[in-house]
């Protein structure tokens, strides 16, 4: 399984970006998809997630800011980024939970490369 990170860039304080990542290979079914971060100097942290039924958890910090949502035909997180903060600026990852990759139980956690994300005028 792979997991394909896109979208991410240079954007100015206040704008938007819109990230995707799409798994491919041997899929029977994805737990649960999401986004996390990791600036310089700094510990990964979760941004966003959302499971396969659509319940989603925010950090705190991006709240009411940024959206995921998830195509679960195409195995395809998404998020969306509104009123980019500095603070943003980091190495974004996918990560998705618990696939399988038949009926059977056993699971495995995928994470993608990451795209760069800078905020900054």
């Known amino acids: 399984v792979q997991l394909q990170a896109s979208g991410g860039g240079l954007v100015q304080p206040g704008g938007s970006l819109r990230l995707s990542c799409a798994a491919s290979g041997s899929i029977f079914h994805i737990n649960a998809m999401g986004w996390y971060r990791q600036a310089p100097g700094k510990q990964r942290e979760l941004v966003a997630a959302?499971?396969?039924?659509?319940?989603?958890v925010y950090a705190d910090s991006v709240k009411g800011r940024f959206t995921i949502s998830r195509d679960n035909a195409k195995n395809t997180v998404y998020l969306q980024m509104d009123s980019l903060k500095p603070e943003d600026t980091a190495v974004y990852y996918c990560k998705a939970d618990k696939v399988r990759n038949g009926p059977g139980p056993q699971a495995y956690d995928y994470w993608g490369r990451g795209t760069q994300v800078t905020v900054s005028s």
């Open positions: 959302i499971a396969s039924g659509g319940s989603t």
